[in-house]
């Protein structure tokens, strides 16, 4: 495993806190020595070389038979000289080590499903004509311009591109097209992923990335407005789904590279699109009406609010509607914690939450399409043993359970709340307490509503007589 020292923690460090992480518990019963199986390599895919040793290089080179490619920054603003490093440049040193490795089998590079956000239909295969410029000569421009003025070509570069993120995993895709013909490789493009349905444990994640932050941010009483299409499909997949599908599309290029050996092809790696089936749609009304449903099955103690969410695709209707629901009631709530002699500090939340509302908007207000034809077919051809061990068929899922068990896991994982009934009944004891001032607040502003339009009546009948 390849794996960089991360905030002054060094690698072996950070595979020893995996004996500490909930995701892990199920195999440490099983094994609980596996860690000793793991051979850690010292890298980081922004790096020359991976940052890899010759040492580490020469013993990936003659053990190695799996690759699966997954590393990447994730995030929408990143510099673009940090994202090409990563995602593009990162990629194109991945394949050319492949390609030395001498008991090479399989190669899966991780994409997005938004790799081509820029059209509206995505089907299984490459879009070099959506890109402004070649992978080769943005990396060669990459090695001879300095940070600044590579970031500063960013709009010229992007495009129709909505961040740099879609716009370098664009790149990587082209680069394995190009590099990786004839290798055993494949493309997998997942949707926009989620917690765990069922393995190892229901409702694990570890992050605030995308659809996860609305449901935290509106369990915690702080978000109350979101940019959203309720009509919009919205393509999420459980993490556990997206690993197994990992591993099937890498057993499944590995018997085609078996089966085509004595006749080596040239052709492009195979594209695996992975998102929730026409056969089983989910889109952002059943997102969000999960939220509503269920914000009394698992509330949090820590929240601030009575939990609830307005929604809309409109820009100029958001930004009206946070001036009410957020930006006033910041103040207000700021201007208190002042006078008791605490830091304020819910303006600067609401700041940070509108700013990741408007770079993942259009995520949540678009209606993408996706053929999977290829993901299809590898599923069929699955044995039945095979697909209840690697779950990934999507066309079976309860959505509305699965949104059940992300907002249970939501709840004590990032919430930090164990899952004790006596944690839910102080949880609902708080949550009843806000309601009963939500209610209250309603009527005031709504009686100073119609106060104000009585006034107003008034003031233009007077003034007409």
């Known amino acids: 495993m390849l794996i960089r020292p991360k905030k002054g923690v060094g690698i072996k460090d950070r595979i020893a806190a995996w004996e500490t992480d909930p995701v892990f518990s199920v195999l440490l019963k099983l094994n609980p020595k596996f860690s000793d199986r793991v051979t850690a390599i010292a890298g980081d895919c922004g790096l020359p070389d991976l940052g890899i040793s010759v040492e580490d290089r020469k013993l990936l080179v003659n053990e190695v038979q799996i690759v699966l490619h997954c590393a990447a920054t994730?995030?929408?603003?990143?510099?673009?000289?940090?994202?090409?490093?990563?995602?593009?440049r990162g990629t194109l040193l991945v394949v050319q080590l492949a390609k030395e490795m001498r008991r090479l089998e399989t190669f899966v590079h991780v994409s997005t499903a938004f790799s081509n956000c820029v059209i509206r239909h995505i089907n299984e295969a490459y879009y070099p004509d959506n890109l402004t410029c070649s992978s080769d000569k943005v990396l060669k421009l990459r090695e001879i311009l300095s940070n600044d003025l590579i970031d500063n070509m960013s709009p010229a570069f992007l495009k129709d591109f909505p961040n740099t993120y879609t716009f370098t995993k664009a790149l990587a895709e082209q680069v394995v097209q190009k590099e990786a013909s004839g290798l055993p490789?494949?493309?997998?493009?997942?949707?926009?992923?989620?917690?765990?349905?069922?393995?190892?444990?229901?409702?694990?994640?570890?992050?605030?990335?995308?659809?996860?932050?609305?449901?935290?941010?509106?369990?915690?009483?702080?978000?109350?407005?979101?940019?959203?299409?309720?009509?919009a499909r919205a393509h999420i997949v459980p993490v556990d789904y997206c690993a197994n599908m990992v591993l099937s599309t890498a057993w499944k290029t590995a018997v085609e590279n078996v089966q085509k050996k004595e006749n080596v092809s040239l052709k492009c790696p195979t594209i695996y699109n992975y998102a929730a089936s026409d056969?089983?749609?989910?889109?952002?009304?059943?997102?969000?009406?999960?939220?509503?449903?269920?914000?009394?099955?698992?509330?949090?103690?820590?929240?601030?609010?009575?939990?609830?969410l307005h929604t809309t695709s409109k820009q100029w209707v958001f930004?009206?509607?946070?001036?009410?629901?957020?930006?006033?009631?910041?103040?207000?709530?700021?201007?208190?914690?002042?006078?008791?002699?605490?830091?304020?500090?819910?303006?600067?939340?609401?700041?940070?939450?509108?700013?990741?509302i408007r770079k993942v908007a259009l995520f949540a207000i678009t209606n993408w399409t996706f053929s999977m034809n290829n993901t299809d077919r590898l599923i069929e051809c699955m044995t039945s043993e095979d697909r209840k061990l690697f779950e990934c068929d999507m066309s079976g899922l309860c959505w509305d359970e699965y949104f059940g068990v992300a907002l249970f896991g939501m709840r004590e994982y990032l919430g930090k709340e164990k899952p004790t009934e006596e944690s839910f009944r102080k949880?609902?004891?708080?949550?009843?307490?806000?309601?009963?001032?939500?209610?209250?607040?309603?009527?005031?502003?709504?009686?100073?509503?119609?106060?104000?339009?009585?006034?107003?009546?008034?003031v233009i009948s007077g003034l007409l007589h």
Do not use: M
Not at 74 to 88: G, K, M, Q, S, Y
């Open 427 to 458: 949880a609902r004891k708080v949550i009843k307490r806000f309601y009963l001032y939500h209610r209250i607040v309603l009527a005031v502003a709504g009686s100073i509503v119609l106060a104000l339009i009585w006034l107003t009546i008034r």
């Open 319 to 356: 930004e009206l509607a946070i001036l009410f629901y957020h930006i006033l009631p910041g103040h207000i709530v700021d201007i208190l914690l002042r006078l008791r002699g605490q830091k304020p500090r819910l303006v600067k939340i609401y700041n940070k939450i509108h700013n990741n």
């Open 279 to 308: 056969q089983n749609p989910v889109n952002w009304l059943n997102f969000s009406k999960a939220v509503e449903d269920r914000r009394f099955d698992h509330p949090l103690e820590q929240t601030i609010w009575y939990p609830f």
């Open 74 to 88: 994730v995030r929408f603003d990143e510099p673009l000289h940090v994202a090409l490093d990563i995602n593009t």
């Open 185 to 231: 490789a494949c493309i997998f493009r997942p949707g926009l992923i989620l917690a765990t349905f069922k393995d190892p444990i229901p409702g694990w994640t570890d992050n605030l990335y995308g659809p996860i932050s609305i449901l935290y941010g509106v369990a915690f009483g702080v978000l109350h407005v979101s940019l959203l299409d309720k009509k």
